[in-house]
């Protein structure tokens, strides 16, 4: 059974700063792998979307890499701002039922 | 882009009456779909996948006497949250996806309903 983790569970840093948020799988045969952005109270926002075959994709300021062999997928986001505030989750597609496992996510604040 | 909506993104009820919640795709067929619940702090969690038609395949541990959910249309799932107790209160997200589309894999989620059961 799949198991995602996503480290460090909080993080707070100034604004202007790059950041990284970790996140590791335990199957390495995933379809796809996944971050998504939730604000508080809210649904899901897709922030990038990485296929098996892929190692990176980047929109905006935001780059994410996907190491199968590692089971591991970082987000990076350059140049922090106060709106990137919220809560990160990783998820990670299975071949099968293509059904998302989610970690349990990375609470970001940007001070401003 | 797709969009998918929940009705209601609201409901307050009383211990042990019934609580439908819908999942629509407003502008694809979603030939899949899935019922996530998410406890607070916590990260989403898979109850059950719904295939258009067939009957719900449900995760370990979640009842399925308990969830009912009903995909009797290309755009429309529906669970239902029988008898609810407290501890039902949680945040219900659906997704949805169409395998048959350009973009297989993505699946288009739902803002959410929040359950609170007095």
């Known amino acids: ?112 | 882009g797709a969009v998918v909506s929940q009705h209601p993104s609201w409901v307050i009820c009383k211990s042990g009456t019934s609580v439908k919640i819908e999942c629509r795709s407003l502008d694809f067929q979603a030939t899949t779909m899935f019922w996530y619940r998410q406890f607070p702090k916590q990260s989403l969690m898979l109850m059950a996948t719904s295939n258009e038609g067939s009957k719900a395949t449900y995760e370990q541990g979640v009842e399925k006497d308990k969830f009912l959910i009903n995909h009797a249309s290309l755009t429309l799932s529906t669970l239902t949250v029988t008898s609810a107790h407290p501890e039902d209160s949680s945040f219900y997200i659906c997704s949805a996806r169409d395998p048959r589309g350009t973009n297989q894999e993505t699946q288009y989620f739902g803002p959410g309903t929040r359950l609170l059961v007095l």
Do not use: H
């Open chain 1, 1 to 112: 059974k799949q198991e995602v983790t996503q480290i460090p569970a909080a993080l707070s840093v100034p604004e202007g700063e790059n950041l990284v948020l970790n996140c590791s799988f335990t199957d390495s045969a995933i379809y796809n792998l996944q971050w998504f952005r939730q604000d508080p109270g809210k649904g899901l926002t897709s922030l990038l979307l990485i296929q098996s075959s892929q190692r990176e994709q980047t929109s905006g300021r935001l780059n994410a890499s996907l190491d199968k062999s590692s089971g591991r997928s970082t987000l990076y986001i350059a140049a922090s701002q106060p709106g990137d505030s919220a809560t990160y989750l990783c998820a990670g597609m299975d071949t099968g039922r293509r059904a998302l496992t989610f970690g349990s996510g990375t609470r970001l604040q940007v001070q401003p």
